[in-house]
């Protein structure tokens, strides 16, 4: 291929011949749709890890106004934090070829001279900097963490929270400019009228998509279009199935398998972080050395897996949720109510139990220590699960014991349980 001559500021320097406003602008529509609803299911998913729980779940200092929508995270329904994420991250991957499409198609008015025309044109260049950037700072890092690629220095929940923040003041300062041409465009479109050619010729003026002289054409634009919605409907059908039950999880090839391979029988499920990997010595959890620690108002009650045993046993059907976006199916656990164990604590009425800091004997990674609100404690499916699927908990399902919550993030779900403390937070 011949060099352009012409430098990129040069409207001639594009010559592709699928740029134009009109695609663009179903890019953008799609986009608009697509990432409103990103950001209402992601700020959904930071809330439900209870960051107001300071400091123990709360990975985001200095939030301030930031968290004003924050609230207690229902139980009910049970499957809530599976669908929430589920939707969050199978979208945002479907999205990656439109994100890049519509990148792509607006990349000449980057390099537009000049740079700053006016004060408006350059709070409009500014806002565009912190969209396109905070745009692929969000889907990057999402990525990666859903591939358990941790590369980014930080933590990935104030990473992605300040990103969100960032990203969506510029995009509703982009939307508010753009969206009365993008529509105008649409409807000219759809309707293939000749009236207000001039506006959309007067935009392009302005900075120009269409290239002026553009090589021969190999696609169409309606072929574009459907070559990027192929490209969106194949990441969904390789990644949605992480958030289903059945055969349709063995079509997930993109997404996150976790640890080991679980095998079947009762703990054939979706192990995430193993034993071994969290540091979880085999010797401190034998039946002779581990201990239950529960403290409360009243004192402290150490209490051996024979000795949760014989206290009155309690079973929830519910699933694990990660916010990776896998998922298993409802599984049967059987164990002592998170409540009951207050109550021996000083708590004796369930409806008014209060948060509890939960600790396990994991010695790496994050969440060793996890924190419940009240309503999680209080309501009666919440457990601290003994056995699943009629058996005992396997060493990487969290023997001894591990917590489950309905409705809450698998990371709080927390595995290999050494002591409650129970008290306000």
């Not at 409806?351 to 220590?369: H, I, N, W």
Request: glycine share 10%; hydrophobic share 45%.
């Amino acid at each position: 291929m011949a060099r352009s001559p012409f430098p990129p500021s040069n409207p001639a320097f594009w010559r592709s011949p699928v740029r134009g406003t009109r695609f663009t602008a179903v890019l953008g529509v799609v986009l608009l749709a697509g990432i409103s609803v990103l950001l209402l299911t992601g700020l959904l998913s930071y809330a439900a890890y209870n960051p107001n729980l300071s400091p123990v779940n709360d990975k985001t200092p200095d939030k301030g106004l930031l968290g004003f929508y924050l609230f207690s995270w229902p139980t009910s329904p049970h499957w809530l934090y599976r669908l929430n994420q589920g939707v969050h991250v199978t979208l945002g991957i479907t999205l990656v070829p439109v994100l890049l499409a519509k990148l792509w198609s607006v990349i000449p008015r980057l390099f537009a001279l000049p740079p700053v025309r006016s004060l408006a044109h350059a709070l409009e260049r500014l806002s565009l900097l912190l969209l396109v950037g905070g745009a692929l700072f969000e889907f990057v890092t999402g990525v990666l963490n859903v591939q358990l690629d941790y590369v980014f220095p930080g933590s990935f929940y104030p990473l992605h929270f300040y990103g969100a923040w960032v990203f969506l003041s510029a995009f509703l300062a982009h939307v508010a400019l753009k969206l009365p041409l993008a529509l105008r465009n649409l409807r000219r479109m759809r309707e293939g009228a000749a009236e207000g050619e001039d506006a959309a010729e007067a935009a392009e003026a302005e900075a120009p998509l269409v290239a002026p002289a553009p090589d021969p054409a190999t696609v169409s634009r309606r072929g574009a279009l459907w070559f990027v919605g192929g490209g969106s409907a194949l990441l969904f059908v390789t990644s949605a199935g992480r958030s289903f039950d059945g055969p349709l999880r063995q079509t997930a090839l993109l997404a996150p398998h976790g640890g080991p391979e679980p095998g079947g029988g009762p703990g054939g499920f979706q192990i995430n972080k193993t034993a071994a990997s969290r540091g979880v010595r085999p010797a401190e959890t034998t039946e002779d050395a581990w201990r239950l620690v529960v403290t409360g108002p009243t004192g402290t009650v150490r209490l051996a897996r024979a000795d949760l045993l014989r206290l009155p046993l309690h079973s929830s059907s519910l699933p694990i949720a990660c916010v990776e976006g896998w998922s298993t199916s409802d599984q049967w656990w059987r164990g002592v109510r998170l409540r009951d164990l207050a109550a021996l604590v000083g708590y004796d009425d369930p409806d008014r139990a209060p948060d509890v800091l939960v600790e396990s004997l994991q010695r790496t990674g994050a969440f060793r220590k996890a924190a419940l609100r009240a309503n999680q404690v209080r309501d009666g499916r919440s457990l601290l699960a003994l056995d699943v699927n009629g058996e005992p908990l396997t060493p990487d399902h969290g023997f001894p014991a591990r917590i489950i919550v309905p409705a809450a993030p698998g990371v709080l779900n927390t595995k290999w349980v050494g002591r409650l403390e129970f008290g306000d937070l």
